[in-house]
C-alpha cells in the first residue's frame, strides 16, 4: 500500500484493517489474524493442507485490498 498508493505507513494500515474488518492493533495480533487469513483465502504463515498458497493466496490478497501485485498481472497474462 505504501508503493501501490504512495500511503504513509500508518494509512497503508489503517486501510487493510478497514478492508479485513478489524483493529489496525489486529494487524500484528496471531489469535486475530490466523483464523481471519484462514477464511478469507489468503494464506497463512505456517501451510495448511487445502488451503491457497503462493499465487492464489496472492490472487485473493490482491482482489481483497483492490489493487495491483506486478506477480498476479504477469500470471494473468500468462494464461
Not at 500511503?7 to 478492508?19: D, G, N, T
Not at 496472492?58 to 504477469?74: H, T
Request: aromatic fraction near 2%; proline fraction near 4%.
Amino acid at each position: 500500500m505504501q508503493m501501490s498508493r504512495k500511503m504513509k505507513i500508518h494509512e497503508a494500515k489503517a486501510y487493510v484493517a478497514k478492508k479485513l474488518g478489524i483493529e489496525v492493533m489486529d494487524l500484528t495480533n496471531e489469535e486475530v489474524m490466523r483464523p481471519l487469513r484462514e477464511e478469507l483465502g489468503i494464506g497463512t504463515v505456517i501451510s495448511i493442507a487445502g488451503s491457497p498458497k503462493g499465487i492464489r493466496a496472492k490472487i485473493k490478497i490482491a482482489e481483497l485490498l483492490d489493487i495491483q501485485i506486478p506477480s498476479v498481472d504477469l500470471f494473468k497474462s500468462q494464461i
